[in-house]
């Protein structure tokens, strides 16, 4: 009886560990982008990017997040399964808003579009709100 009894904590503690509540580290990332001048971005691809920082514990996971803006300029940001969020650590943060799906013409000033380049950064952080909103210039001509 003891054994049995020993058996199904042993087992129901394995389960709980499998489902677990993410991945070790895993953070929800939200947020909202919008234009200098209050709009929002809208182009047939509109999307942001978390791009691991070296030396930091986000780049020691080698893994980036990122996240489609939404009509209201909101993300929720993914890095292996819908929306589980972005590894605790640093990033640069770049975007990926181009006016149609075929040609190459981006939304947004050139300097937000790498990683190398963009002057915006973000701390995920362990149980922190890890909301982050985000204002970036037009592309001249856009």
Do not use: H
Request: net charge neutral.
């Amino acid at each position: 009886m003891i054994a049995r009894w020993l058996f199904s904590i042993l087992l129901l503690g394995f389960v709980l560990a499998l489902v677990g509540c993410g991945s070790p580290g895993m953070q929800q990332v939200t947020g909202k982008v919008t234009f200098e001048d209050g709009s929002i971005p809208k182009g047939e691809i509109a999307v942001i990017r978390f791009e691991p920082i070296e030396g930091t514990q986000a780049a020691g996971q080698s893994k980036g997040a990122s996240g489609d803006l939404q009509p209201d300029g909101t993300y929720r940001l993914t890095t292996i399964e819908k929306g589980d969020g972005a590894y605790v650590g640093e990033y640069k943060v770049c975007f990926s808003i181009l006016k149609s799906y075929v040609g190459r013409e981006s939304l947004v000033e050139q300097k937000f579009t790498s990683a190398s380049t963009t002057p915006l950064t973000a701390k995920v952080t362990a149980g922190g709100p890890n909301k982050f909103d985000f204002t970036v210039s037009k592309a001249p001509g856009a």
